[in-house]
């Protein structure tokens, strides 16, 4: 059976386009999986297990009801959910699990990510996630009225956006030392996340042996799914009625 991998989806009241590619998605292709993978951002904002709105709530039911007709699902946080927690995986039947996280994938050790923790020449989010991933900052924001959280975390929106418009490209993707260094630390020769909405295969030679970078990408006009099976990988578009192979191969 296949594994399956999506990233980014930012399931918006704002994007209905969105949530129903979604919902297609878990209701057709994800039934027939071994297992799914969410690497982060399934929400384009958490501000907690107690807020959850109509299209949310519609995402919940449904991962709820794949995972309650047999197929497993595993979440990442995201920069944009990162405050996920047992509420969420209680009532969504998945299981949150830490990033980085390393996968053996029909016979293949894999490193996983969401991947912002990679964009390491943007310094000044690297400072900002450092502070809103700490516990301490998390207990604080979650005991803030609901108005209160919504009021900020619509403030942080507008912030993370007039940011990512003024970034150079460069320095909004991955850094190639910082692929480099979670490879080595890892042991591995494979790398799958998200977070760049750049979807790519790169391959690359990392002290003297070859290397694969996979990039998933976002879900804004049209859907991005890795599956991987026994016979190798592909990634590949999603249409809200079909799919659309980018590239596919075997990781070394």
């Known amino acids: 059976m296949t594994t399956l991998f999506i990233s980014d989806v930012h399931v918006d009241a704002a994007q209905p386009a969105i949530t129903r590619r979604l919902l297609q ?28 709105d109509p299209d949310q709530q519609q995402v919940i039911a449904a991962l709820r009801t794949l995972t309650d007709t047999g197929t497993t699902c595993f979440v990442l946080h995201g920069n944009r959910d990162f405050l996920l927690g047992p509420g969420f995986s209680e009532a969504s039947g998945a299981q949150l699990l830490p990033d980085p996280l390393l996968l053996t994938l029909y016979g293949k050790q894999v490193l996983v990510m969401h991947g912002d923790a990679l964009c390491t020449d943007d310094v000044s989010y690297q ?19 609901l108005p209160a959280r919504r009021t ?26 910082s692929v480099a260094t979670v490879l ?26 070859e290397c694969t970078r996979i990039v998933l990408g976002d879900w804004y006009t049209q859907g991005s799914v890795l599956r991987w099976d026994e016979r190798g ?16 191969g075997v990781p070394e």
């Open 184 to 209: 080595r630390a890892a042991g591995v020769n494979t790398l799958l996340h998200g977070h760049t909405h750049r979807p790519a295969i790169h391959r690359f030679t990392l002290d003297g042996r």
């Open 152 to 177: 900020l975390a619509s403030a942080a929106r507008a912030g993370s956006q007039d940011h990512t418009a003024g970034l150079e490209y460069k320095i909004a993707d991955a850094n190639q030392d």
């Open 233 to 248: 990988y592909e990634l590949a578009g999603l249409t809200d009625s079909a799919s659309v192979t980018a590239s596919a």
């Open 127 to 145: 400072r900002l996630r450092a502070t809103v991933r700490d516990a301490d900052w998390q207990r604080r924001f979650r005991s803030l009225s």
């Open 25 to 52: 998605f878990l209701e057709g292709e994800a039934r027939t999986a071994r297992a799914l993978y969410i690497l982060g951002d399934l929400f384009e904002s958490w501000i907690g297990d107690d807020a959850a």
